[in-house]
């Protein structure tokens, strides 16, 4: 496979056009199922694993890597996933159909290692924008909850804030499902999810800490 790039800049012409929303019927086997939408899903290695472990869910992994999406989408029909697709899209304009297309609102939506874009002039391509949550907001049903991770704190702090900053998300330190988890200051010490990101599992091997913040739709 080619040489992917690390960072891809959002606000490219190239990824200036709303991605078109499949048939849901044809994507998943059950379309009933309660849906996991991971935004900035990379290789996709995270959502794979939660199918495998969560077969009574479905997962929608969102990337604007096109190559990652092809190298996924051939992990998933080799494992034989019937509850597991990826979309090659940019989320900052293709959240919005995609919610307003599903058969029902996603009851978790995960934002995990999202590029943290450190120079000012650059955050604007930050996924976490004002307008992304707004989306979320009016689609996803009271109870279904918003879960964010990252190993630079200025860039969990920056999502916090705008998470925060909508009326629609309280912040909450109690997972209601599957396992509870500690805190660690302002942060939730653990995952409550069953699998973790290739990104999360190389920074806590080499001792390092990770951001976590949980938002519940009110």
């Known amino acids: 496979m080619s040489r992917v790039r690390q960072h891809v800049n959002p606000l490219n012409i190239r990824y200036a ?35 495998q472990a969560c077969p009574d869910w479905n997962f ?8 990652l999406v092809e190298q996924c989408l ?12 990826m979309l090659f899209c940019n989320a900052n304009n293709s959240l919005r159909p995609l919610l307003a297309s599903l058969p029902q609102p996603p009851q978790r939506v995960s934002i995990q290692f999202p590029d943290p874009w450190f120079k000012k002039r650059h955050q604007k391509r930050r996924v976490v924008q004002p307008q992304l949550v707004a989306d979320l907001a009016e689609y996803m049903l009271p ?19 705008v998470f925060a900053a909508n009326s629609s998300f309280r912040r909450s330190f109690e997972p209601p499902h599957p396992a509870p988890v500690g805190t660690t200051g302002p942060w939730l010490a653990n995952n409550p999810l069953p699998a ?23």
């Not at 019927?25 to 309660?34: E, I, K, L, N, S």
């Not at 929608?60 to 190559?67: C, D, F, H, Q, W």
């Not at 973790?196 to 009110?218: M, N």
């Open 196 to 218: 973790q990101t290739d990104r999360e599992r190389v920074t806590l091997g080499q001792g390092k800490p990770v951001y976590r913040a949980l938002f519940i739709k009110a």
């Open 74 to 85: 051939k992990h998933r029909d080799q494992l034989g996933l019937h509850n597991l697709h």
């Open 17 to 51: 056009t709303p991605v078109t929303p499949p048939c849901w019927a044809d994507v998943f086997a059950q379309p009933a199922q309660p849906l996991h939408i991971d935004i900035g899903c990379a290789k996709g290695y995270f959502i794979s694993d939660m199918a």
């Open 143 to 161: 109870g279904a909850w918003i879960w964010l991770q990252s190993d630079v704190q200025a860039v969990a702090e920056d999502m916090v804030e």
């Open 60 to 67: 929608l992994g969102l990337e604007i890597r096109a190559p």
